[in-house]
Each structure stands twice: as structure tokens, then as C-alpha cells.
């Protein structure tokens, strides 16, 4: 599976942002989808995380719980993070996982996802 994030940029503390991922090369159905994100010399942080159906109930990090909603489309391959009442410390560059089912690490754990996009950048100002 290739994935291609998209969708970042600046915005003003607030704010809202959707960021997309789109897979191909594979089979996107049968994958769980997770974002992360890394600031600047943090290490990479669970986001939230969907289940292989578009009607699964997601999992968020405390951080973003009731901020950030995570949907996917599988008829388009898409993944998507919507980021609402966006702050400062959610600067970030974002990526999108995809993992199968199965694997032994927790959903919150970066070992459990076996392909990753290349990052978009988000950038809230204050």
C-alpha cells in the first residue's frame, strides 16, 4: 500500500484543517487507518485510529477527543482527519498509517502500522 497525505498547511488558532490520505497499491479495505504526528524534537504521537469499515468507531488520543474526527471512504481509498478548534501545540507534521488487524501492538503504537505517508505539515499560529 502507497499512501500520499495531503491537506496541510497555516492556520490561525481555531481553525479547522482536513487532511487526506489516499492509498493505492492495495488492497485499503483491509487495513486499519491511523494518524500520527511529530513536532519538532518529540517523538511521533498517536492521533486516533479507524477500523477497516467506513462505519467503524474510532479511537482519538486524549489530546484532540471531541476536536478531531477521523472518517474514511473506501469506495475512494481516502482516509481522512478533520481538525477542528485547532491550537498551537497541534503543530505538527501529520502522517497516515495503514496496519492490518492482528499484529499484537496496541492501535496506539507506531509498531503496529506497516506502511506510512510522507507527512503534511500543519502549522497553527497563535
Known amino acids: 500500500v502507497q499512501l500520499q497525505a495531503s491537506g496541510g498547511g497555516l492556520v490561525q488558532a481555531g481553525g479547522s484543517l482536513r487532511l487526506s490520505c489516499a492509498a493505492s497499491?492495495?488492497?485499503?479495505?483491509?487495513?486499519?487507518m491511523a494518524w500520527f504526528r511529530q513536532a519538532p524534537g518529540t517523538e511521533r504521537e498517536f492521533v486516533g485510529v479507524?477500523?477497516?469499515?467506513?462505519?467503524?468507531?474510532?479511537t482519538y488520543a486524549d489530546s484532540v477527543e471531541g476536536r478531531f474526527t477521523i472518517s474514511r471512504d473506501n469506495a475512494a481509498n481516502t482516509v481522512y482527519l478533520q481538525m477542528n478548534s485547532l491550537k498551537p501545540e497541534d503543530t505538527a507534521v501529520y502522517y497516515c498509517?495503514?496496519?492490518?488487524?492482528?499484529?499484537?501492538?496496541?492501535?496506539?503504537?507506531?509498531?503496529?502500522?506497516?506502511?506510512w505517508g510522507q507527512g503534511t505539515q500543519v502549522t497553527v499560529s497563535s
Open positions: 479507524i477500523g477497516w469499515s467506513s462505519g467503524s468507531t474510532p
Open positions: 497499491r492495495g488492497t485499503f479495505s483491509n487495513y486499519h
Open positions: 498509517a495503514a496496519g492490518k488487524a492482528g499484529s499484537g501492538y496496541s492501535v496506539r503504537s507506531s509498531r503496529r502500522y506497516d506502511y
